[in-house]
């Protein structure tokens, strides 16, 4: 059973919305763009956190489920959610979910904390759970060229890596060394149906289909 001495984020949870939420709010309304969402829609939030994309997408109208590992951060999600998500504990290496379930899965700055080989897995199953015509959206860090802002953004970016720890830091430039997203999603059996660069090259939003 996780407890908070396990559970990475125990201690975080309760101040990551107000320490955070100002950088990730702008991200939910392009999102939507690129991928809209509405009330006949199923969507699954993987590495859900505090549930503050899955609120967004609660209020267009769609069945909402998340998942997550850490329970503290499970915890924030359903004080904001309450009964309009289905939140579960659990690891996004085995989704507890049936094939083709989703229309929608999605997975916010979650990936690149993860060690290659997990980062795949996990994208696999976000293929499997989605529909045949689904999509899997994908919002991280972009390993392309950055403008000056998108410098400026980096080193930003790149404190709250460090201080998420040495493990942490490392796969974090390591998934910016091996090329982020679009290397491993066709190992996963997904291919970039559209790619969005946002802060100057810092991050992206991918929307992923299934490869044909």
């Known amino acids: 059973m996780t407890d ?7 201690r975080i949870a309760r101040y990551y919305d107000r ?3 100002p950088l990730d709010a702008p991200l939910r309304p392009i999102a939507m ?12 939030d993987v590495g859900c956190g505090t549930g ?4 967004f997408y609660a209020d267009a109208g769609a069945t909402c489920h998340g998942i997550d590992l850490s329970r503290a951060m499970l915890g924030e999600a359903t004080k904001k959610l309450g009964d309009r ?6 690891d996004a290496t085995a989704l507890p979910y049936d094939e083709g379930m989703f229309d929608l899965a999605t997975a916010t700055l ?15 199953e976000m293929a499997r759970v989605t529909c045949p015509d689904g999509r899997v959206l994908v919002i991280d860090y972009y390993s392309g060229s950055l403008t000056f802002k998108g410098h400026a953004m980096r080193t930003i970016s ?10 942490h830091y490392r796969e974090y430039r390591r998934y910016l060394k091996l090329g982020g997203i ?10 970039v149906e559209r790619e969005k660069v946002i802060a100057g090259g810092n991050l992206a939003l991918w929307l992923l289909r299934a490869a044909t």
């Open 182 to 191: 679009p290397a491993m999603a066709l190992e996963a059996g997904l291919a």
């Open 158 to 167: 790149a404190v709250p890596e460090r201080i998420a720890g040495r493990t």
């Open 52 to 55: 503050t994309f899955l609120e």
């Open 19 to 21: 320490v955070l939420e």
């Open 110 to 124: 979650f990936l690149h904390e993860l060690d290659p080989q997990t980062r795949i897995a996990v994208l696999g």
């Open 4 to 10: 908070e001495s396990h559970d990475a984020y125990g």
């Open 33 to 44: 763009r690129l991928h809209p969402v509405d009330a006949s829609m199923t969507v699954l």
């Open 85 to 90: 998500a289905d939140l579960r504990l659990g």
